[in-house]
């Protein structure tokens, strides 16, 4: 079994900053890239942003400059730093990575639970 655990949500003001985290853990043989996904009330489930195993990363136009991801593969763990938060912010983020459990096992993606955040102005 997999399991994604994410911490780190909370409720703040607009501006301020927040750091997410998710590890990953059981049996895990390699994992690819490794994001953070949010949904907001009434919307659609959104990339915010991804990293690779090389560490290369992409993010969604609207947290460019704002939000950085970052991950220790030697923990399986995967970070967001969130500043200059907006209320537009406020949605539950979860995690997301895309691993191998054995070496002959294809690859899968597998989601946390989430984390609230919320961000008032």
């Known amino acids: 079994q997999v399991q994604l655990v994410e911490s780190g949500g909370a409720l703040l003001q607009a501006g301020g900053s927040l750091r997410l985290s998710c590890a990953a853990s059981g049996r895990i043989f390699s994992i690819n890239a490794m994001g953070w996904y949010r949904q907001a009330p009434g919307k659609q489930r959104e990339l915010v942003a991804i990293?690779?195993?090389?560490?290369?990363?992409n993010y969604a136009d609207s947290v460019k400059g704002r939000f950085t991801i970052s991950r220790d593969n030697a923990k399986n763990t995967v970070y967001l730093q969130m500043n200059s938060l907006k209320p537009e912010d406020t949605a539950v983020y979860y995690c997301n990575a895309e691993l191998r459990t054995t070496t002959w096992a294809t690859m899968n993606n597998y989601w946390g639970q989430g984390t609230q955040v919320t961000v008032s102005s």
């Open positions: 990293i690779t195993s090389g560490g290369i990363t």
